[in-house]
Structure formats: C-alpha cells, structure tokens
C-alpha cells in the first residue's frame, strides 16, 4: 500500500484519475493547495484532484511564464499542463493563496479557454454578514462553474452525505496525527505524508478505506521501537510541498516530526462539519470560525506566532524547524513573526528552504541533525 502511494505522489501523469474517469465517465477538476471546498465537489460528482507540482520534472517552458525569483510550484505547474500531464482534467481551480497563484489563475484561462477555470477567492472578514455573505456567493459561483462543465446540479441531500464521507475523513486523518504525536515512532512521516498525498488524486471512499488500513497495520505492528529523537514541529510547507526525500533525511537526522502543515486540505477544519440543517451554511461557518490558522488567514486579534506556540505545547514539541519553500512569500513573511515568538517562548528553532526539485539534502541533514542534537543535549523542554 505505501509502495502505491508512493508511486500515486510520484507520478504527475495522473494514471489514477485517467483510470476514474474511464471507469465513470466523470468529470475530474485539478485544485492548487491549499483548500478547496472538496465536499461540494463530491456532492455534484466531481473528482477534486489535488496539484502539488511537478517535483522533479525538467522545467523548460514554465520558465517562460514567471520570473526565476518566484516559487517552484507555479512553473511546474505550467509545465505539466504544457505537456499533457493534466490532460485528463476538465478544469482547475486556482485557491486565493497569493499573487502569483492569482496570476496563474488567469495564465491558465488564456492557455486552456475550452475548460473551466476558476479563482477560488476567501473572505478575510469573518464576520457572518461580511464575509459569509461572501464566501455563501463564492460557492454558489463555484457550483454553477461546475455544473456548465459537466457536473451535476447541487443537491443539499448530497452535499449532506457528502460531508459525513468527509468527515470519516477528517476522522481517520485525525487519528493518524494523534498516534503519530503520541508515538512517532508508529507513524514515520514519511509514510504518513505518501498517505495524505495519495488521497489527493483518489475517489475519498477509496482513500479512506486505505487510512483504515493503514491505521491497523501500525497499531498492530509492534516491530517499531522508540528512539532517542528530538521531536519537533515543521512549519511553513503549507503549499509548495517538500520533496520526499527531504522529510526522510529529517526524519535519518534524529527527529521525530511530531506536527507539520503538509497537505492542509486534509485538515483544514478543526472538527467535523455539522451533517444536518443547511449544508452550505455549514462550509461556509467552518470556513469563517474553525479553519486552522496560517499565513494566507487574515489575523485580527492577537499576535502572528501565538498559534504557533500553541501547537509546539500540544504536540509536545521540543523544538521548531521553519521549513519554507524558496521565494513562498506568505510563508517568508509570517517567519519572522513566528522565530520571534518561539525565542520569546524559550523554544529552540532552526531555519532553512527548500524546492520541491530539491534533490541534494546533506546541508540540511547535518543543520537537522545538529539541531536534535542539542536539543536532546541542552533543552530543558519535557515532553509529555
């Protein structure tokens, strides 16, 4: 099973939507990171199939598109749309992360005309008149998209049923977090990560039970033993996703990644949605109240970082490592907010940047390693 996530998070040709849709005949939309309303999309029978890049793909004409001191993500991207890798997609929605996605979405619109495209913008405002009103019209705009694409019309009987599969989701997601933080030794990051990657270009009904599977198998497995690793929070790789090889070598440089951000539409919501009353309401009040927080949330209370400090305790890290992709913006911006706050915390941190091309790790093995080290030999954090 591991080894077929792995392969489903390598290969960017996407054989497992290509194999759905001749199997049903249905409509497939691409989506950036790092949320999209997937519930929605499932309740009208369409497949949300998640982009996180092109990983280690030559760029050549994407790099005609975007500046060389812009991410990764958005060049590859353009490159696998180019050469036929997302062929299969009737269209793609482009989420309100920052500006260069905002331009990709209109890149997208003069390079693919005949299919849907759509920018997927936010509320800032949470305030249920403001921003509800808002984010309500927003998704009524995304169904109807939809529906012209091929989708069937939304019915709120199954957007219902299409919440409670989500939720299984969520659930089972959420497990796998609170093992992993409880015994990380259980649930390599690694592994955990091809998991929720391979979620992203799988009918949910079919990934959840995998989650399922998986979760009984390192329940079971007493083979796997503790070691005497630093663990620690890994912050920043909200979009841009990491090469694997990069969680591996932190992971072989003595540290326990005991919470991280990979993969938020996973998790984008602390709790499970509301499975009766209006079912649009409840994406849009989850949405406003119970996201998790990040740099693309507007924060109007409070202090940058405050959150962050909250979930070193909760995962009973000993330390942050603030793993961001090279020229992310969002991610870059909140950094300095974030050190500020684990330094005024006490908590040990370390910094460094990565692509998702990244292919040479031994700098960052030995800043990791060197990290846990001193952790493991100088912190007076306890853990739980």
């Keep these: ?75 590859s991207t353009v490159e696998l749309g180019l050469n036929g890798s997302l062929d299969c997609l009737d269209g793609m929605i482009f989420p309100a992360i920052c500006d260069v ?3 990709l979405s209109g890149m997208w619109q003069m390079m693919f005309p005949a299919k849907l495209v759509h920018y997927l913008d ?38 219902r049923a299409s919440i409670r599969t989500y939720n299984v989701h969520h659930g089972l997601v959420a497990e796998l977090y609170e093992l992993r933080r409880r015994e990380p030794w259980r649930v390599p990051t690694a592994e955990l990560y091809v998991m929720l990657r391979a979620g992203l ?16 198998a390192v329940r ?7 070691m005497d690793q630093a663990r620690v929070l890994l912050t920043g790789s909200f979009c841009e996703q990491p090469p694997l090889g990069l969680i591996k070598t932190l992971e072989r440089a003595g540290c326990y990644i005991v919470d991280d951000d990979f993969v938020q539409v996973s998790r ?26 990040g740099p693309t949330r507007y924060v109007d209370e409070g202090e940058k970082g405050r959150d962050l400090i ?42 460094f940047k990565y692509s998702e091309d990244t292919g040479q790790f031994q700098v960052i093995r030995e800043q990791a390693g060197t990290f846990a080290d001193s952790i493991k030999l100088w912190s007076e954090v306890t853990t739980p």
Excluded at 203 to 215: A, I, K, R, S
Excluded at 268 to 293: K, Q
Aim: net charge negative.
């Design 268 to 293: 984008w919501f602390r709790h499970a949605l509301p499975e009766d009353g209006d079912p649009v309401e409840a994406l849009v009040e989850a949405f406003l109240d119970d996201a998790i927080p």
């Design 1 to 75: 099973m591991l080894e077929r996530c792995e392969e489903l998070t390598r290969d960017t040709s996407l054989p497992s939507v290509r194999a759905w849709k001749e199997r049903t005949g249905g409509v497939a939309i691409g989506f950036l990171p790092i949320y999209v309303p997937r519930e929605l999309l499932h309740a009208q029978g369409v497949l949300p199939v998640g982009l996180m890049g092109g990983g280690e793909i030559e760029i050549i004409r994407g790099d005609a598109y975007y500046q060389s001191y812009i991410c990764h993500l958005p060049r």
């Design 310 to 351: 909250e979930r070193v305790e909760r995962a009973g890290a000993e330390g942050v490592l603030f793993c961001a992709p090279s020229f992310c913006d969002p991610a870059l911006l909140d950094q300095p907010m974030g050190t500020a706050a684990a330094t005024r915390a006490g908590i040990p941190w370390t910094a």
């Design 201 to 216: 270009v799988l009918p949910v009904e079919e990934h959840n039970g995998m989650l399922g599977e998986y979760l009984e």
């Design 220 to 226: 079971a497995d007493e083979s796997r033993r503790p």
């Design 101 to 103: 996605i905002r331009n």
């Design 122 to 159: 936010v509320p800032q405002d949470f305030d249920r008149s403001m921003g509800g009103r808002f984010y309500r019209h927003e998704l009524g705009v995304l169904s109807q998209k939809l529906v012209e694409a091929g989708a069937r019309p939304l019915d709120p009987d199954a957007l």
